[in-house]
T-cell receptor, first 113, second 114 residues
Framework: DAGVTQSPTHLIKTRGQQVTLRCSPK?????VSWYQQALGQGPQFIFQ???????QRGNFPDRFSGHQFPNYSSELNVNALLLGDSALYLC????????????FGEGSRLTVL | KNQVEQSPQSLIILEGKNCTLQ??????????LRWYKQDTGRGPVSLTI?????NTKSNGRYTATLDADTKQSSLHITASQLSDSASYIC?????????????FGKGTKLSVIP
């Protein structure tokens, strides 16, 4: 049973570029959440997708957008990259419901130069 | 504002020793609290999840406690091993509006040395 898989694992972009990160949830999970984790900090909630809709959003600008596909996989898009967007981007999947435990992927390390 | 504060920020202990990590939160109303272990550059892995009615939960050498009245939790690690070196993150889920969000602490970075 594959866990949460993310791609790519590492990538380097320059300021102003756009990036797309991908996530496949754990088998049987229908909810995907995205987090940004700066070095030495805890993860910060970006948004959550369920039934192909953004269910809730954290305090991130509109440059951050996402999508969920019918197979529950998800993408995170970031436009007009800034140096401050450099971080580990974590995807977590769960079964919908308040008590659903989160299973995290290994993350995508984004470096913006 | 919902907050989760963890202490200490970092900790160095000798292999074989015990240690206790602290988590204080202001999330209200409360749904559950989780402890995660995160190796450097990797995704967090769940250690325990505790609900309002649970005071203690163990997972091998890890024991978590919860005092919902004082809004405090601790993670006790017994007989530490080198592989315990990681960041330990406390995460609290609220109930009601906005309950889909989790509030993360910044973590305690534990280093176990020989």
């Amino acid at each position: 049973d594959a866990g949460v898989t993310q791609s790519p694992t590492h990538l380097i972009k320059t300021r102003g570029q756009q990036v797309t990160l991908r996530c496949s949830p754990k088998s049987g999970h229908d909810t995907v959440s995205w987090y940004q984790q700066a070095l030495g900090q805890g993860p910060q909630f970006i948004f959550q997708y369920y039934e192909e809709e953004e269910r809730q959003r954290g305090n991130f600008p509109d440059r951050f957008s996402g999508h969920q596909f019918p197979n529950y996989s998800s993408e995170l898009n970031v436009n007009a990259l800034l140096l401050g967007d450099s971080a580990l981007y974590l995807c977590a999947s769960s079964l919908t419901g308040l008590g659903g435990e989160l299973f995290f992927g290994e993350g995508s390390r984004l470096t913006v130069l | 504002k919902n907050q989760v504060e963890q202490s200490p920020q970092s900790l160095i202990i000798l292999e074989g020793k015990n240690c206790t990590l602290q988590c204080n939160y202001t999330v209200s109303p409360f749904s559950n609290l989780r402890w995660y272990k995160q190796d450097t550059g990797r995704g967090p892995v769940s250690l325990t999840i505790m609900t309002f009615s649970e005071n203690t939960k163990s997972n091998g050498r890890y024991t978590a406690t919860l005092d919902a009245d004082t809004k405090q939790s601790s993670l006790h690690i017994t007989a530490s091993q080198l592989s315990d070196s990681a960041s330990y993150i406390c995460v609290v889920r609220g109930s009601g509006a906005g309950s889909y969000q989790l509030t993360f602490g910044k973590g305690t970075k534990l280093s176990v040395i020989p």
